[in-house]
Each structure stands twice: as C-alpha cells, then as structure tokens.
C-alpha cells in the first residue's frame, strides 16, 4: 500500500456530535486523515458500503491501518482511546496523570446517560422527527425531553462547572469537546442557554476560543440551523 492509501480514514456527520468532537480533536493534533462525510438525513449510514465500514451502521466510525491491515473501530471514546494510543490524538486532551484521566473518563461515562441522551432527544423530538418523518412531536413529548435536559444542564452548572474553568480544573481536555459539542447540539432547535445557564455559556465560549477556527468549522451546520431555525419562529 501507498503512504495515502495507509492514511487514517475517518467517517462522520456534522450533525452528529460525537462525529464532531472526534473532528476537533484530530484537526487540533495535526492529524493526517481522511475524512469522509456520511449523511445522516440520507441515510447513508444504512447503505451496504458503508455496513462493511461500521456494522453497527452509526457514526463515528474509523479504518486505521495496522502493519498494512486494515482496523476498523466504532463508538466515539473508543476511538478516542484508541487514536491517543496511537498518538493520532495530543496527549494534551488526555491527560497522563492517572487522576486527571480518570476524571476525563467519569466525564465521558456520566454524559451518556445524561446530556449525551437527554439533549439528543430534546433535539431529536423538537427538530429532527419533523425533518425526517414530516411531522412534529407532540408539545407533551417535547415539554417532557425539555425537562429532563433542563435537569441534566443544571448538574453541569452545579456540578461540573461549579468551580472551575473546564470540566476537568483549569485545562481544556476531551472532556470539554466531548460535553461542548453535545450542548451546542441544541442551538439547532433554537434554545438558548445564555441567561439560564450562564456558567455552561461562557464554559462553551471558553471551549471555542481554545479551539478556533476548528470548534467553529465543525459546528457551520449546527449554527446555519440554528440561523434558519430561529428565522422561522
């Protein structure tokens, strides 16, 4: 194989927010990868071609290559563990010190069963059933995801960023990416965070700064929704 042909080959939506976390952190660490868009709203992740890439038919998803053998990889943190391994992805975003990176890890364990979920269905039920289905949810269902978001949003300000500039003391880690790109998330139904929750706000703008231009170029589609979906309420 050819030195191109070895390249990482990264698969991913900018609508999906773990694809964009993986995105940030690749293009922040200089990594040479190829990267190859699958559209969601297409359906493109359910295509044959792209079952051999990902069996599990979601993004993110890899192909590394290892002593010129292909090694395909799903779920987000394992990629994530696996590329810092690899030194695909800085050390800097996970940390060495045992302590500062079993805080990363409870960070990306605990927003699965919160933010990761609750904001994807706030987001899911409020914007993306009518996009696909043609029809909006029921006000009830959306009020419900609305609350349980709105509790999950209020341990990051209680909780996570009662004290400190990241989620993890005082240095951006994945941690951030990972629970920043989540957030954002809902900017495409409209909601703003800024007067309810201002910790969380200027947490995401210190998240940005640190990592501009890529935070921002990651996030065009989630901001040009956000534009349209405000331009219609």
């Known amino acids: 194989m050819t030195m191109e042909e070895n390249c990482l ?3 991913f939506d900018f609508l999906s927010q773990p694809s964009r976390a993986l995105y940030i952190l ?3 660490s200089g990594t040479n990868f190829e990267a190859n868009q699958v559209d969601l709203l ?3 992740h359910h295509d044959d071609d792209y079952r051999k890439v990902n069996r599990f038919q979601k993004v993110p998803a890899i192909i590394d290559y290892v002593d010129n053998q292909e090694f395909q990889l799903a779920e987000s943190v394992a990629i994530l563990r696996y590329l810092i391994e690899c030194n695909k992805i800085s050390m800097h975003f996970y940390p060495m010190d045992l302590k500062q990176r079993a805080k990363v890890d409870e960070f990306l364990e605990w927003q ?3 933010i990761r979920t609750s904001c994807s269905l706030y987001f899911r039920f409020l914007w993306a059933q009518e996009k ?3 029809a909006p949810a029921p006000a009830e269902k959306v009020a419900k995801y609305r609350i349980l978001m709105e509790k999950d949003l209020e341990l990051m300000e209680n909780i996570w960023l009662k004290e400190s500039r990241f989620l993890v003391g005082n240095s951006l880690t994945a941690a951030d990416v990972f629970g920043a790109c989540e957030i954002e998330q809902i900017r495409c139904t409209g909601y703003e965070i800024k ?3 201002p910790k969380i706000y200027a947490w ?3 998240v940005r700064r640190e990592l501009k231009p890529n935070f921002d170029e990651a996030h065009h589609l989630v901001y040009y929704i956000e534009k349209e ?3 219609n309420q």
Request: avoid cysteine; charged fraction near 35%; aromatic fraction near 12%.
């Open 9 to 11: 080959k990264y698969y």
């Open 26 to 28: 690749l293009k922040e």
């Open 42 to 44: 297409k359906a493109e």
């Open 112 to 114: 699965h069963t919160t």
């Open 132 to 134: 696909l289905l043609g």
């Open 195 to 197: 007067a309810k929750y």
């Open 204 to 206: 995401i703008e210190n």
């Open 229 to 231: 979906t405000k331009s």
